[in-house]
Every structure is written in C-alpha cells, then in structure tokens.
C-alpha cells in the first residue's frame, strides 16, 4: 500500500496535467479572430501598398545597462537592462557618435529611478515602467533634442544579490 499511493497519486496528477492541457487548448482556427477578446476581425493580406513607410529607426545602445538597488546602504540587487531608441531614419550615426553622453544621462536617470524604489517590488508594472521610459525619453530630448524621438526599454532584470 506505501508504494502504490505515491503511484497512484502521480498518475493522478498527470491525468488532471493533460486533462487540463486538453481542456484549455486553444481553438484551431486563429486566422479569423485577432482580438481574443472583442469581435471577429476579418483577415487581411499584407501588400506593399497597404504598409506605410516607416522614417524611424531603432538603434539598440551597444551595451546593457547595469543598475546596483541599495538598501539599508548594502548593494540588494542588480539592474540588468537594455535600450533601444528611436531617431529619424538617416540619423543613426549621430546617435552612436554621441553615445557616450546619452549612455551618461540614461545612468544617471536610473540611479534616480532606483534610489526612489522604482526598482524594488513589482518594478515591471506598466505604471513603474512607464514613469522610466517617460524620465528616459525627457532626458534623451533634453540633451539631444528631435535626434531621440522615443526610448524603448528592450529587456529588463533584476537580480537579488
């Protein structure tokens, strides 16, 4: 009987896993519904006529950022993160010429960021992260003017310590 139970209970659970998977599979035919969540949009094939031109670029920093979160005036954790921003086509090259300043100011809105919590808890929330790409993107504009149209934040991690 002490061998079989824990037999009997895995056999359970994987029963109820694929019962489950089985249940909850999602329906066959996605192409007739974009939005999960609202009515039925028809499919439309892609031409080249129907795409508008795009005059941006996105020109991805060289190197991630990496952020200490003090506490209790001990390093608690690491920020890992990584920026892409966006320029008028045609004026990536000033960016990377002016990296260095950008990569500057960007710390320097960081250190803020993490120094006010905003790295601490649910740092990923859209209310926390939209208050630092807005910090980002006026900083960027301040120093460099129409040359940094947005910042968009391409990965993010923190790492306890």
Do not use: W
């Not at 120094?115 to 992260?129: A, H, V």
Request: net charge negative; proline share 6%.
């Amino acid at each position: 009987m002490g061998k079989i139970l824990p037999l009997l209970l895995a056999l359970i659970g994987i029963g109820a896993g694929v019962g489950a998977g089985i249940l909850l599979k999602p329906a066959e035919d996605h192409a007739e519904m974009d939005n999960p969540c609202g009515e039925p949009v028809p499919a439309k094939a892609a031409s080249e006529e129907e795409m508008e031109p795009t005059d941006v670029e996105y020109i991805k920093l060289n190197n991630q950022f990496i952020v200490p979160v003090v506490s209790e005036a001990k390093v608690a954790s690491m920020m890992v993160i990584a920026l892409s921003v966006e320029v008028p086509e045609g004026r990536s090259e000033e960016v990377y010429s002016r990296e260095p300043k950008l990569r500057d100011a960007f710390l320097q809105v960081f250190f803020d960021h993490a120094n006010l919590g905003g790295f601490t808890g649910t740092f990923t929330s859209s209310r926390n992260l939209d208050v630092l790409r807005r910090a980002l993107r006026e900083t960027a504009q301040s120093h460099f003017g129409d040359l940094v149209q947005d910042v968009l934040i391409t990965d993010i991690a923190r790492q306890d310590v």
